[in-house]
Each structure stands twice: as C-alpha cells, then as structure tokens.
C-alpha cells in the first residue's frame, strides 16, 4: 500500500507529485489496466512472449 506523509510546510502538489511516483514505481497503474479485462491463457501467453522479446533486444 502506497502512503504519503504530509509535511507540515509542504504544500500539496509536491505530495501529489511524490504519491504519483511512488505509485508509477509500484506498478499499480499497469496492474490495474492489465486487470480491468479478462485475459484469456492465450493472450496471456501473447503478452509474454512479446515481453521477452524486448527484453532480449535491449
């Protein structure tokens, strides 16, 4: 669970900010788009397959 502590002079937007990237580093967006639809095995299969390809071209 992601959590931000509010300093007592910091203003707002600069907590915003630090939760936007402590949430960006978690994953939690990807994992919410990736659960947002049913994913068949195969699909599932597609996505990762795809993902290993990158990984070996970088």
Same mark, same amino acid.
């Given at each position: ?11 707002? %937007?600069?907590?915003? @900010? ?20 049913? %994913?068949?095995?195969? %699909? ?7 993902? @290993? @390809? ?5």
């Amino acid at each position: 669970m992601t959590q931000v502590v509010v300093g007592e002079n910091e203003g707002i %937007e600069s907590a915003l @900010r630090r939760f936007k990237r402590q949430v960006s580093k978690a994953g939690i967006f990807s994992e919410v788009k990736r659960r947002r639809h049913f %994913e068949t095995p195969q %699909e599932k299969r597609k996505r990762k397959a795809v993902a @290993r @390809r990158k990984k070996r071209y970088r």
